[in-house]
């Protein structure tokens, strides 16, 4: 049976700080959005509380998790075990964008390696957490991060990837506005 908690304790940060993936989903408010499910890997989450966690999210083929948060902030973490124990933990939160420029980024980047492509940080106010077995979660052994989204990045530039921003990730699959799109 599934448990739940109010905050983050250390067995869950733990078991975080060991996974090398978490799916991230998000939904517009309207029952005919999009819902988001985006997996995220890299060395890009870090926990700063038992309830706040952020994490560095680069230049993908959308930004469909910052246009839903702008409209209503609710956000989920998953995190399944795919090796070891079973175990299925959610971070249920509001979230919020850190754009790159702003204070907030300046005191975060360094909990983070440089990483190609970093375009925000989605920092989320854990309200819930939820365990649940993941008995049925096969296993899978880690080989390692691919590299072709940073080689992506690098090849486009700063320029390149400012010039994609705007035109893939400025709005949502359902025409909300992202918070890269407020910027431009």
Not at 15 to 31: C, E, M, R, T, Y
Request: negative net charge; glycine residues 12%; charged residues 20%.
């Amino acid at each position: 049976m599934g448990k739940r908690f109010a905050a983050m304790l250390p067995q869950h940060i733990e078991f975080i700080s060991k996974q090398h993936i978490f799916f991230v989903g998000s939904a517009p408010l309207s029952g005919e959005g999009h819902v988001n499910l985006s997996p995220k890997g890299y060395d890009s989450l870090r926990i700063l509380s038992e309830s706040e966690a952020v994490y560095l999210d680069l230049t993908g083929s959308g930004n469909e998790t910052a246009a839903h948060l702008a409209e209503n902030g609710r956000i989920t973490l998953m995190f399944a075990a795919f090796e070891g124990q079973p175990l299925i933990l959610r971070l249920y939160g509001k979230g919020r964008v850190i754009l790159p420029g702003n204070e907030e980024w300046e005191k975060l980047e360094g909990y983070f390696p440089p990483l190609q492509g970093a375009r925000q940080m989605i920092h989320i106010s854990v309200y819930e957490v939820q365990t649940s077995c993941g008995f049925g979660v096969p296993l899978f052994q880690y080989e390692g991060d691919r590299n072709t989204l940073i080689q992506w990045a690098e090849n486009k530039g700063e320029a390149g990837l400012d010039e994609y921003r705007q035109q893939k990730n400025a709005v949502s699959l359902d025409g909300l506005p992202s918070s890269y799109g407020e910027q431009a």
